[in-house]
């Protein structure tokens, strides 16, 4: 819970754009507050950050009362999935479908097999589902979260973003995301 309020932070705040523009706690809190619906003890986020310090996917630097989280490289990557996977999983609770399709397709060289296993493995985990080996369905709009893959998880440069209104085997996409 904690990586998604700092992934939503960071995607509001731009800091995943801009990995060395800093993440005050409190922000993370408010996040936190806002799209969960229930508020943490300060002291616990800041043990939480402790831990993920030592896990190296941050840093936090202490300015008097005030704390400030920076992403690492490494915490870039797991932040983003968890923030995506939200923001994807707050698109499919509280919007109602358009009856149409959003669609990512890549492809991949050979020569780069395990940035397109990455890709496929990395779009699954934040919600979209395989359609053919190189194409991905969603039925909520997520063009922005796309542009932030693209810019961000290896292999993002091969990926392409389509909008369909109608697609081939629909009623099994419907079944699939309970539409």
């Not at 990995?19 to 616990?44: A, D, Q």
């Not at 985990?125 to 369905?137: A, R």
Request: charged share 30%.
């Amino acid at each position: 819970m904690l990586l998604t309020g700092i992934g939503l932070t960071c995607l509001i705040g731009g800091s995943i754009l801009f990995p060395n523009l800093p993440i005050v706690v409190g922000s993370i809190i408010k996040i936190i507050e806002e799209t969960k619906g229930y508020s943490l003890p300060r002291n616990k986020v800041r043990r939480t950050l402790k831990r993920l310090e030592g896990r190296k996917l941050l840093y936090i630097e202490n300015r008097g009362e005030k704390a400030t989280v920076h992403l690492t490289d490494k915490g870039k990557q797991i932040i983003i999935k968890y923030s995506l996977t939200s923001l994807l999983e707050l698109k499919r609770k509280k919007k109602s479908w358009n009856h149409k399709w959003f669609m990512v397709f890549f492809d991949v060289p050979e020569s780069e097999r395990a940035k397109r296993d990455h890709l496929r493995t990395f779009l699954t985990e934040i919600g979209f589902i395989p359609y053919q080996k190189s194409v991905y369905i969603f039925p909520y709009e997520c063009e922005r979260e796309i542009l932030l893959v693209k810019k961000i998880i290896e292999g993002g440069k091969y990926l392409s973003y389509v909008i369909a209104d109608r697609i081939e085997y629909e009623d099994e996409m419907k079944k699939t995301f309970k539409l």
